[in-house]
């Protein structure tokens, strides 16, 4: 697990391959991620925006930004968390991950950035 504290907000990342998703034999390699948002700061945030920036070993770096995350835009209190699971497709068998949220302070209407630690995606290749 990859963690990352930024003005109070916990961020953890875990990943995973998934091979039966997965067509190695045509560069197809499909990683979940899940990730936990926790406030430990004293006021209420809301993520607003996300940014990602993709690794693929065997492809240009990709950058991809967009409202909220999987459809949602979380309020978080302090102490609650918000978990959610998605997924990114890779062309190779090893490549990275690394981003950042755009938060809100509610009550200040302050705008700030927090680091989304950086994780690999990588195929657990057993060796025989």
Same mark, same amino acid.
């Given at each position: 697990?990859?963690? %990352?504290?930024?003005?109070?907000?916990? =961020?953890? =990342?875990?990943? &995973?391959?998934? %091979? =039966?998703?997965?067509?190695?034999?045509?560069?197809? #390699?499909? #990683?979940?991620?899940?990730?936990?948002?926790?406030?430990?700061?004293?006021?209420?945030?809301?993520?607003?925006?996300?940014?990602?920036?993709?690794?693929?070993?065997?492809?240009?770096?990709?950058?991809?930004?967009?409202?909220?995350?999987?459809?949602?835009?979380?309020?978080?209190?302090?102490?609650?968390?918000?978990?959610? /699971?998605?997924?990114? /497709?890779?062309?190779?068998?090893?490549?990275?991950?690394?981003?950042?949220?755009?938060?809100?302070?509610? &009550? /200040?209407?302050?705008? #700030?950035?927090?680091?989304?630690?950086? #994780?690999?995606?990588? =195929?657990?290749?057993?060796? &025989?």
């Amino acid at each position: 697990m990859q963690t %990352a504290i930024t003005e109070g907000i916990r =961020v953890e =990342v875990i990943s &995973n391959y998934e %091979a =039966v998703h997965s067509d190695p034999e045509n560069n197809q #390699f499909m #990683f979940s991620y899940r990730i936990r948002i926790h406030n430990e700061s004293h006021g209420t945030v809301q993520l607003l925006r996300r940014h990602w920036i993709i690794f693929d070993s065997k492809h240009e770096l990709q950058q991809v930004e967009g409202p909220g995350v999987v459809g949602n835009t979380p309020v978080l209190r302090p102490g609650q968390s918000y978990v959610y /699971q998605s997924g990114c /497709q890779l062309h190779s068998s090893i490549g990275s991950m690394r981003g950042q949220y755009m938060m809100e302070k509610i &009550n /200040q209407q302050e705008y #700030f950035y927090v680091e989304i630690p950086r #994780f690999l995606l990588e =195929v657990p290749w057993k060796l &025989n």
